[in-house]
């Protein structure tokens, strides 16, 4: 009797799948596309229904600070960015003191930062217009503009706990690997579309008139 014995094939090719966290991410940030489209939808059809407290409301607006605030917040997507590249290439921590030295952790603490004075500044940028009398429930215009920044300010604000998560972890493991920089991937997912999100209702709330 003889026996047979099957081989392996050389070179078989590797499927690779898409990794399950990363699809999740983007499919939550699906829905909160349509969460933000519907806020934009409430802002055009005041501007149509009431054109005149459209125009009366954003002259009031600080278009100079907001510009400022954005400007910040935008930088922030650069940073971002620049931490992503450090964890692609499984770099934790910095090898020097200059920036293109820093590693993933560096650059996640400066958009930390970054990311805390936006929020900090649409703080201050509330508490000017409450004291000007522009509160809420001022009118229909006031409580749609409270809303909106103030869903994306929340948004903001859950982007920087996720960053202190990433570098925490950072510090926990003993060896930054694969899976940790797939983590930072999804929160630069995540940072990049509150960022887009801002630029968007800037240019419909301080721009446009």
Not at 72 to 100: D, K, N
Request: hydrophobic letters at 50%.
């Amino acid at each position: 009797m003889t026996s047979t014995s099957i081989t392996p094939v050389a070179n078989t090719p590797v499927v690779n799948r898409p990794n399950p966290v990363a699809v999740g991410t983007i499919v939550w940030l699906g829905s909160e596309v349509m969460f933000f489209a519907g806020l934009f939808a409430i802002y055009f059809t005041l501007r149509a229904m009431s054109p005149e407290l459209w125009s009366f409301e954003t002259s009031k607006l600080d278009v100079t600070y907001a510009t400022i605030n954005t400007l910040i917040l935008v930088s922030s997507s650069f940073t971002c960015q620049f931490g992503v590249f450090a964890a692609e290439r499984l770099q934790s921590r910095s090898t020097g003191w200059r920036p293109s030295q820093w590693g993933m952790v560096e650059w996640f603490f400066l958009t930390y930062a970054l990311g805390a004075i936006f929020v900090s500044g649409q703080v201050l940028e509330y508490a000017t217009l409450v004291t000007e009398g522009i509160a809420f429930d001022t009118n229909a215009y006031t409580s749609a503009f409270y809303f909106t920044t103030g869903f994306h300010a929340i948004h903001v604000t859950g982007g920087l706990f996720a960053f202190l998560l990433v570098i925490g972890r950072a510090f926990a493991v003993r060896r930054f690997t694969h899976k940790e920089a797939t983590t930072a991937i999804v929160v630069s997912y995540y940072w990049h579309f509150v960022d887009v999100v801002w630029i968007a209702l800037f240019l419909v709330i301080y721009v446009l008139k």
